[in-house]
């Protein structure tokens, strides 16, 4: 399984962006996509998880702001963040989970501020 992530970039406070994760290679049954964030100094962080039957989780630091999504037929999810604040900069990750193992993608970079 390969992800490719894209839609990272610089926003404002208050602002919003979305992020795309297009996965490839060995996609049956792929069960659980996520992002991930990991800001500088601090550990890697699960944000929102969805599963192939669209069940979604979320960091409490996000909810209400930020909507996982899937599209199946386009082997894609998506994280729309909203109200974006500065401590929502971080390089965010893209993860697969295809049993018996899961599988990253490359980082994109989102920075809040003004």
């Known amino acids: 399984v390969q992800l490719q992530a894209s839609g990272g970039g610089l926003a404002q406070p208050g602002g919003s962006l979305r992020l795309s994760c297009a996965a490839s290679g060995s996609i049956f049954s792929i069960n659980v996509m996520a992002w991930y964030r990991q800001a500088p100094g601090k550990q890697r962080e699960l944000v929102a998880?969805?599963?192939?039957?669209?069940?979604?989780?979320?960091?409490?630091?996000?909810?209400?702001?930020?909507?996982?999504?899937?599209?199946?037929?386009?082997?894609?999810?998506?994280?729309?963040?909203?109200?974006?604040?500065?401590?929502?900069?971080?390089?965010?990750?893209?993860?697969?989970?295809?049993?018996?193992?899961?599988?990253?993608?490359?980082?994109?970079?989102?920075?809040?501020?003004?």
């Open 49 to 114: 998880s969805i599963s192939n039957g669209g069940s979604s989780n979320y960091a409490d630091s996000v909810k209400d702001r930020f909507t996982i999504s899937r599209d199946n037929a386009r082997n894609t999810v998506y994280l729309q963040m909203n109200s974006l604040k500065p401590e929502d900069t971080a390089v965010y990750y893209c993860y697969a989970w295809r049993t018996p193992r899961g599988y990253w993608g490359q980082g994109t970079l989102v920075t809040v501020s003004s």
